[in-house]
């Protein structure tokens, strides 16, 4: 692992390797070995937990900000299952304005704000394959993805994500964000309290696969 020292590189470390940020209740249903995929990798913290915590097979990692994500490559680099790409998770492909240089709490770019753009990609239309586990973090990105029609017929039986009231269509963003997943067909979830109140953890699942797409 590679941190930035008096950063909030140190506060993630210690919510994931202290805290256990993303320990998961006990009766989720994570066969191994593992396919995962992180939409948020940051600079690499969730994944070395998973490889420490999980048989892992493969973990692909999204990261769109440029200095978190030379760590990123870098701290992947020795682990042959780990792939990282260097993009924004989105519902659509192209670019995005982007807040870069805020560490863990680099973003989208709200409409105020100038931004810098960098790649997106659409999840839905990545040859992903069959998921084990998805874990989100992407600092508000993930309302698009969550009203995605597409989201039901995700190959996905795991997600863990953090929701952020930062571009909420709808808040209060627990309520709309468990709404969501349980539209999709997550039949199972779990919310956990955040830092704050205007964040927090999901965990949902689904019984079965999820259906194929018409």
């Given at each position: 692992?590679?941190?930035?020292?008096?950063?909030?590189?140190?506060?993630?470390?210690?919510?994931i390797?202290?805290r256990y940020?993303?320990?998961?209740?006990?009766?989720?249903?994570?066969?191994q070995?593992?396919?995962?995929?992180?939409?948020?990798?940051?600079?690499?913290?969730?994944g070395?937990?998973?490889?420490?915590?999980?048989?892992?097979?493969?973990?692909?990692?999204?990261?769109?900000?440029?200095a978190?994500?030379?760590?990123?490559?870098?701290v992947?680099?020795?682990?042959?299952?780990?792939?990282?790409?260097?993009?924004?998770?989105s519902?659509?492909?192209?670019?995005?304005p982007?807040?870069?240089?805020?560490?863990?709490e680099s973003?989208?770019?709200?409409?105020?704000?100038?931004?810098?753009?960098?790649?997106?990609?659409?999840?839905?239309a990545?040859?992903?394959?069959?998921?084990n586990l998805?874990?989100?973090?992407?600092?508000?990105?993930?309302?698009?993805?969550?009203?995605?029609?597409r989201?039901?017929?995700?190959?996905?039986?795991?997600?863990?994500?953090?929701?952020?009231?930062?571009?909420?269509?709808?808040?209060?963003g627990?309520?709309?964000?468990?709404?969501?997943?349980?539209?999709?067909?997550?039949?199972?979830?779990?919310?956990?309290?955040?830092?704050?109140?205007?964040?927090?953890?999901?965990?949902?699942?689904?019984?079965?696969?999820?259906?194929?797409?018409?």
């Amino acid at each position: 692992m590679l941190l930035r020292h008096r950063t909030r590189d140190i506060v993630i470390f210690n919510e994931i390797f202290d805290r256990y940020k993303y320990e998961p209740p006990a009766d989720v249903p994570l066969d191994q070995p593992l396919s995962i995929v992180e939409l948020g990798g940051n600079v690499g913290l969730f994944g070395s937990w998973a490889l420490r915590r999980w048989n892992v097979r493969r973990l692909v990692s999204f990261e769109a900000d440029p200095a978190n994500y030379r760590l990123l490559q870098a701290v992947a680099a020795p682990h042959r299952q780990w792939q990282t790409v260097a993009a924004a998770a989105s519902n659509r492909a192209g670019s995005m304005p982007f807040v870069t240089g805020r560490y863990s709490e680099s973003r989208a770019a709200c409409d105020d704000e100038a931004g810098v753009d960098v790649p997106a990609v659409d999840l839905f239309a990545e040859p992903l394959g069959s998921v084990n586990l998805m874990k989100i973090d992407i600092e508000g990105s993930e309302w698009p993805i969550l009203q995605d029609p597409r989201l039901a017929a995700l190959d996905a039986r795991v997600i863990v994500i953090e929701w952020h009231e930062r571009h909420c269509p709808s808040p209060p963003g627990e309520h709309l964000a468990v709404r969501l997943l349980r539209d999709a067909g997550f039949s199972r979830v779990i919310t956990r309290s955040g830092r704050f109140p205007s964040n927090g953890i999901i965990w949902a699942w689904r019984q079965t696969a999820a259906p194929l797409a018409s």
